[in-house]
């Protein structure tokens, strides 16, 4: 027994049928499309959360100018210059 109770020679007949209805090229440009498709997602995937982490930074740097003490001001754009020249280089 195969996989749920049909058997790889089940599996292989069915395969080639696929494979004479719609042709090797065919199914070749399905599977780019979906690799194509596949890597779009995960890379806005990866700017939505690089945009998310430059907003926390903007926030926190707006924050830390409201401090009162003018020497946490000058930290504070010390670690946001630290903070914006390391997101840079990625």
């Known amino acids: 027994m195969g996989v749920g109770g049909i058997s790889i020679w089940q599996l292989l007949i069915v395969l080639v049928i ?3 209805l719609f042709g090797t ?3 070749r440009s399905i599977g780019t499309d979906l ?3 596949i890597k779009g997602f995960r890379n806005s995937l990866r ?3 690089r945009r998310d982490a430059e907003e926390a930074a903007t926030i ?3 924050q830390a100018h409201k401090a009162e003490n003018p020497s946490q001001r000058q930290q ?3 670690d946001f210059k630290i903070k914006s ?3 840079e280089h990625k």
């Open 60 to 62: 926190e740097h707006k």
């Open 35 to 37: 690799g194509s498709a």
């Open 25 to 27: 090229k065919k199914l």
């Open 18 to 20: 696929i494979l004479l």
């Open 47 to 49: 700017d939505e959360e």
């Open 85 to 87: 020249g390391n997101d």
């Open 76 to 78: 504070a754009d010390a």
